[in-house]
């Protein structure tokens, strides 16, 4: 709970620090990476770092926490808490870098809010910081501690590469030591490492696309420049290791017997095919409708997976694609053409303003926002949007 010393401050400096926060974090992060050029070994994402995303990503959260706090007196965010610590986890940030983040973050707020700080407006700043890590520090120590394993990465080895679709491949692996193995939940993913060809070492969060349980399947897009995902489809062949982390994300499927809707577009179909193919291996009794958006039919990853188990369990298949095709609508996924039952629980996964449309059109429809659940792939600029 923030003090009521420093909720005055807060309240009054937010407008401020909210237009200038964008600012703040790319010198904070020139100012991190200056100090400690290590953590973009195997940590950092350099090709998040020249897009912006990671910095959009850490001003939203900032200005979500600290608007929370300050219109929601007594509370903590759990929702952007609980993403933001699950992908922390599958990265395996640790208790002490919060302290260096602080070091780095607040120099680069001192310097840009030179003219105007206080030492009690740092101090106000000072004490939401650590409201939101140490919330996040405990968040991931129980996460951690969840899994059957206390490693960070484990190998696995590669025991099968296939094309799927136009665009995509998809990996299975198997363990490569003894280290006991988390189940995995349906919509989770992994966290992948790869050396690049300059030997800078590289991590990507990949949705686990089949099995749930001690198998690990993920299916990855090929990105035009995509430096982890080309590394994957060009360099890494059946035999293979690649070290993974255990499996992480909140966005799983939710015990009940409600309808369930699971939406997508293009690659975002695989935490969806996961929770799918669970629901196809439990024969579940629940009503579910499977919607897909994407370019051409050829370009569907996972079509034959996901075909079959709608199949396995009668659930209705709707298909939206770019290109015409007999079995499917032409052009871009709207709900106002499904007859959706109010009561339903929606899964979503795909690109951003696919997810922010389609999310829209479900709280028209009547979906409460509190049963819809959506995975961002890289960090959620969603927060800063």
């Known amino acids: ?78 929702k952007v808490l609980s993403r933001i610590a699950h992908k922390h986890a599958s990265l395996g940030i640790t208790e002490d870098q919060y302290g260096v983040v602080y070091e780095h973050l607040f120099a680069a707020i001192a310097a840009d809010l030179a003219e ?12 939401v910081y ?20 206390s490693k960070m990465w484990m190998p696995w080895r590669v025991t099968a590469k296939d094309p799927a679709g136009t665009d995509a491949t998809t990996f299975t692996l ?8 988390t189940a995995a939940k349906p919509g989770q993913y992994v966290s992948v490492k790869v050396q690049l060809p300059d030997g800078l070492r590289q991590v990507r969060q990949y949705s686990l696309s089949g099995d749930a349980g001690t198998s690990r399947v ?6 035009d420049g995509g430096e982890v995902s080309t590394a994957l489809h060009t360099g890494v062949e059946p035999g293979d290791l690649l070290e993974i982390s255990n499996p992480y994300g909140e966005i799983t499927l939710k015990e009940g017997d409600g309808p369930v809707i699971l939406a997508s577009a293009g690659i975002g179909c695989t935490p969806t095919a996961s929770i799918l193919r669970a629901l196809a291996q439990t024969g579940t009794g629940r009503q579910v409708m499977v919607l897909h958006a994407e370019k051409t039919m050829e370009n569907w990853a996972l079509s034959g997976q996901m075909t079959a188990d709608a199949a396995k369990i ?52 009547g979906i409460p926002a509190t049963r819809i659940h959506y995975e961002v792939f890289g960090p959620d600029v969603w927060l800063a949007s």
């Not at 959009?56 to 200005?63: F, V």
């Not at 993920?218 to 990105?223: G, I, Q, R």
Request: with cysteine; proline share 7%.
């Open 314 to 365: 009668d659930a209705d298949l709707k298909l939206w694609l770019e290109t015409p095709h007999a079995s499917a609508s032409q052009g871009f996924m709207s709900l106002r053409e499904v007859d959706m039952p109010a009561d339903a629980s929606l899964y979503l996964c795909g690109p951003l303003p696919f997810m922010k449309k389609i999310r829209d059109e479900a709280i028209d429809a």
């Open 116 to 127: 105007v700080i206080t030492p009690e407006i740092a101090e106000a700043w000072t004490e």
């Open 1 to 78: 709970m923030l003090s009521e010393k420093s909720r005055p401050i807060i309240e009054a400096t937010l407008p401020l620090v909210g237009t200038r926060i964008s600012t703040i974090t790319v010198d904070f992060y020139n100012r991190l990476f200056t100090a400690h050029p290590e953590l973009l070994d195997g940590l950092f994402s350099r090709s998040n770092q020249r897009s912006g995303d990671q910095q959009r990503a850490l001003a939203g959260s900032i200005a979500a926490f600290a608007t929370h706090l300050i219109s929601n007196p007594g509370t903590l965010p759990e």
């Open 174 to 181: 198997e363990p490569a030591d003894d280290t006991p193995v």
């Open 218 to 223: 993920f299916t990855t897009k090929l990105n």
């Open 130 to 149: 650590w409201l939101m890590a140490d919330a996040l520090i405990k968040l991931e120590k129980d996460l951690y501690a969840s899994q059957s394993n």
